[in-house]
């Protein structure tokens, strides 16, 4: 959103580089084919090649998605864990180590639900241990 007038215009009505001012327009040089004048088997086996690829991508992205699910609860986890321990040696209030062991375990489960590739509720559960460990540092 450039502020342009042609800024916002969907890619089908925006000028084509072939089409800008001061290139050629030829159409006899190469005719365009009509989708019917194309081979079926030909666009079949386009078809199933994208699928296939389309397939392969969105599988990368969800195996992507269950590590950072799982590794972001496990490290929240860690943190969690490692922040209540060092509580309880204090003299901190017993809600402050028992908040922050509760957001740890809220995360684990997020690591739980991130492995099984649960990744939206792994990504609230991360949130909602966070804020329950948010607690435990406000009551400190």
Not at 35 to 54: I, K, R
Not at 66 to 73: E, M, N, P, Q, V
Not at 112 to 129: I, K, S
């Amino acid at each position: 959103m450039s502020g342009r007038p042609d800024s916002d215009l969907t890619p089908d009505t925006q000028t084509s580089p072939d089409t800008a001012e001061g290139a050629p327009e030829t159409t006899e040089d190469a005719p365009e084919r009509a989708p019917e004048d194309a081979p079926e088997d030909l666009s079949e086996a386009d078809d199933q090649h994208d699928d296939e690829h389309d397939g392969d991508l969105l599988e990368e992205q969800a195996r992507r998605a269950r590590w950072a699910a799982a590794g972001t609860g496990i490290v929240l986890a860690l943190a969690g864990t490692a922040a209540a321990l060092l509580r309880v040696s204090g003299t901190a209030p017993a809600l402050v180590p028992v908040a922050y062991a509760c957001g740890a375990a809220v995360c684990a489960l997020a690591a739980v639900l991130g492995a099984r590739g649960r990744t939206r509720r792994a990504l609230w559960a991360a949130v909602a241990g966070v804020m329950i460990m948010a607690l435990g540092d406000q009551f400190d």
